[in-house]
């Protein structure tokens, strides 16, 4: 089974680098505890535009993104598990290209350019957060201290998906 892994933020917008934290425990996670050798595991980070970021996506049986969220519904530090579904109605932006398009179109398009599901299984780990207009490369208090709560429950779920 081959799984991508995708952090995804821009590093200097203080809460929005969450998932690239993230994913970089993560990575120290797989090191030192790898899964089985049939399973190849790639670990990205990213602050690429909705259509270069499913791109990434071909060719992977399973796809699992971590990013913030601002819904302003959730506690900050508080983790949400979705699906692109999750997205299909959803009000999201991108600040970095007004061109692109969201998350679910985004899929939708490469689904139709490439006539199937890009991967069978794509998770996103949304995570509250409460700065992410600001320039800076400090997380707030919340979420520093959560990253490693954070990872280990995404490496459990994988976990527990691949080792069925």
């Given at each position: 089974?081959?799984?991508?892994?995708?952090?995804?933020?821009?590093?200097?917008?203080?809460?929005?680098?969450?998932?690239?934290?993230?994913?970089?425990k993560?990575?120290?996670?797989?090191q030192s505890?790898?899964?089985?050798?049939?399973?190849?595991?790639?670990?990205?980070e990213e602050s690429a535009n909705s259509l270069e970021l499913v791109e990434k996506f071909l060719?992977?049986?399973?796809?699992?993104i971590v990013d913030s969220l601002k819904t302003n519904k959730l506690a900050v530090g508080e983790i949400a598990k979705l699906t692109p579904k999750s997205f299909e109605k959803a009000n999201t932006r991108n600040v970095s290209n007004p061109?692109?398009?969201d998350?679910?179109?985004?899929?939708?398009?490469?689904?139709?350019?490439?006539?199937?599901?890009?991967?069978?299984?794509?998770?996103i780990y949304g995570i509250e957060v409460r700065n992410i207009h600001e320039f800076g490369e400090k997380l707030s208090p919340e979420l520093i201290e959560k990253i490693d709560i954070y990872a280990?429950?995404?490496?459990?779920?994988?976990?527990?998906?691949?080792l069925k």
């Open positions: 089974m081959k799984i991508l892994i995708v952090g995804l933020g821009n590093p200097i917008l203080s809460d929005d680098a969450i998932g690239l934290h993230v994913v970089r993560i990575n120290k996670y797989i505890s790898p899964l089985p050798k049939e399973h190849q595991i790639d670990i990205i060719g992977y049986d399973k796809v699992v061109h692109d398009v998350f679910y179109s985004a899929i939708k398009v490469l689904k139709e350019i490439f006539g199937k599901d890009i991967t069978g299984d794509i998770t280990k429950l995404i490496m459990e779920d994988i976990k527990k998906s691949v």
